[in-house]
């Protein structure tokens, strides 16, 4: 392995990773808020929320504009439900995720969150997640009006880290998300489980400690070697209640 892989940051996604997607129950009210069948709504809520993320847009911009793809209309008081609820279904947090860049942190490793979020739950984040100060460097695509997987994002991510892209890993769980970030370099996982991915990184980190590297990178691959018994449970995939 060169030494461009001896890596000095780890990099989460929030959504799907550091927080759970939304439940079915969530999605099924939200649909029904909207007046849609589950299906449709879900196919327009994953693609149509660019501008949003990208902070072009409040809720009271994007529910409308939802709704023109939709080829339906809401009412203001529909746009206040869906709005209240849009932003509650994205706080289920990974208990076992955030445990385990606190982890990574302890052992040296540089920690950031780069992610897709819309402006109105970035403020109430930053209010009351004491969460987000287990991460050294925090990305947000409305602060900088780019999202992923554009380019521009992730060199900003690197600006920010001082960082190399080989020496960074990345982990969100969106493909399209990782595949934009390999082709810069970056060092990217995709994200299907807690245990899945606390095996790859300790793989990755024992990997780097196996050449000549930082006493950083050997500090993180013993730390990582023996799950701690609070991280031991598998995440399902289910959300918190």
Same mark, same amino acid.
């Given at each position: 392995?060169?030494?461009?892989?001896?890596?000095?940051?780890?990099?989460?996604?929030?959504?799907?990773?550091?927080?759970?997607?939304?439940?079915?129950?969530?999605?099924?009210?939200?649909?029904?808020?909207?007046?849609?069948?589950?299906?449709?709504?879900?196919?327009?809520?994953?693609?149509?929320?660019?501008?949003?993320?990208? %902070?072009?847009?409040?809720?009271?911009?994007?529910?409308p504009?939802?709704?023109?793809?939709?080829?339906t209309?809401?009412?203001?008081?529909?746009? %206040?439900?869906?709005?209240? =609820?849009? =932003?509650?279904?994205?706080?289920?947090?990974?208990?076992?995720?955030?445990?385990?860049?606190?982890?990574?942190?302890?052992? %040296?490793?540089?920690? $950031?969150?780069?992610?897709?979020?819309?402006?109105?739950?970035?403020?109430?984040?930053?209010?009351?997640?004491?969460?987000?100060? $287990?991460f050294?460097?925090?990305?947000?695509?409305?602060?900088?009006?780019m999202?992923?997987?554009?380019?521009?994002?992730y060199r900003?991510? =690197?600006?920010?880290?001082?960082?190399?892209?080989?020496?960074?890993?990345?982990?969100?769980?969106?493909?399209?998300?990782?595949?934009?970030?390999r082709?810069?370099?970056i060092?990217?996982?995709?994200?299907?489980?807690?245990?899945?991915?606390?095996?790859?990184?300790?793989?990755?980190?024992?990997?780097?400690a196996?050449?000549?590297?930082?006493?950083?990178?050997?500090?993180?691959?013993?730390?990582?070697?023996t799950?701690?018994?609070?991280?031991?449970?598998?995440?399902?995939?289910?959300?918190?209640?």
């Amino acid at each position: 392995m060169s030494a461009t892989h001896r890596f000095k940051a780890v990099v989460f996604d929030y959504g799907g990773v550091i927080c759970h997607p939304p439940r079915e129950e969530d999605l099924d009210q939200l649909a029904a808020i909207a007046g849609l069948d589950r299906q449709t709504f879900a196919e327009l809520y994953g693609t149509t929320r660019e501008p949003f993320d990208r %902070g072009v847009m409040t809720s009271s911009d994007y529910w409308p504009h939802f709704a023109m793809h939709a080829r339906t209309a809401l009412t203001p008081a529909q746009i %206040g439900e869906l709005a209240a =609820l849009d =932003l509650r279904v994205w706080r289920h947090m990974n208990a076992s995720m955030i445990a385990l860049v606190s982890e990574l942190r302890e052992a %040296g490793l540089r920690t $950031a969150i780069l992610s897709n979020m819309q402006p109105e739950l970035l403020r109430i984040l930053r209010a009351d997640a004491a969460w987000l100060d $287990a991460f050294d460097v925090h990305v947000f695509s409305c602060d900088l009006q780019m999202v992923k997987p554009e380019p521009e994002i992730y060199r900003h991510l =690197l600006a920010a880290l001082d960082a190399l892209p080989g020496e960074v890993i990345f982990v969100d769980d969106m493909r399209v998300n990782v595949e934009a970030a390999r082709a810069l370099g970056i060092h990217a996982l995709q994200y299907t489980s807690f245990p899945e991915l606390r095996s790859q990184l300790s793989d990755l980190l024992a990997q780097a400690a196996s050449v000549p590297s930082s006493s950083r990178a050997a500090a993180a691959t013993v730390r990582l070697s023996t799950p701690k018994t609070s991280m031991a449970c598998a995440d399902s995939g289910s959300t918190p209640k």
